[in-house]
């Protein structure tokens, strides 16, 4: 079994910042990729950005130069740093991880998300 944990949600004006982290703990061998998606009401859930195992990351456009995602493998936690934030990134923000576990499956898990509100 593996478990994520999030946390750095809340409230937040809009040009403000938060960080997000996913910590991800059990029955893990490796983690391969990790990324943040979010999803507004009334809205699909769509992917903001994601890195590697070797560090490569992309971005969802609308968050671009604003948003920064990093891992730190020794601790199989991954971050999103948003800064600059917008009314219209309020959302239900969740992590998904990409485990190889280990009796060697790879599965993929979600948080349970967090909940980010930019007010104007």
């Known amino acids: 079994q593996v478990q994520l944990v999030e946390s750095g949600g809340g409230l937040v004006q809009a040009g403000g910042s938060l960080r997000l982290s996913c910590a991800a703990s059990?029955?893990?061998?490796?983690?391969?990729?990790m990324g943040w998606y979010r999803q507004a009401p009334g809205k699909q859930r769509g992917l903001v950005a994601a890195?590697?195992?070797?560090?490569?990351?992309n971005y969802a456009d609308s968050v671009k130069g604003r948003f920064t995602i990093f891992r730190d493998n020794a601790k199989n936690t991954g971050y999103l740093q948003m800064n600059s934030l917008k009314p219209e990134d309020t959302a239900v923000y969740y992590c998904?991880?990409?485990?190889?576990?280990?009796?060697?499956?790879?599965?993929?898990?979600w948080g349970k998300g967090t909940l980010v509100t930019v007010s104007s």
């Open positions: 998904n991880v990409g485990v190889t576990t280990t009796d060697y499956k790879g599965i993929d898990y």
């Open positions: 890195i590697t195992s070797g560090g490569s990351t």
């Open positions: 059990g029955s893990i061998f490796s983690i391969k990729a």
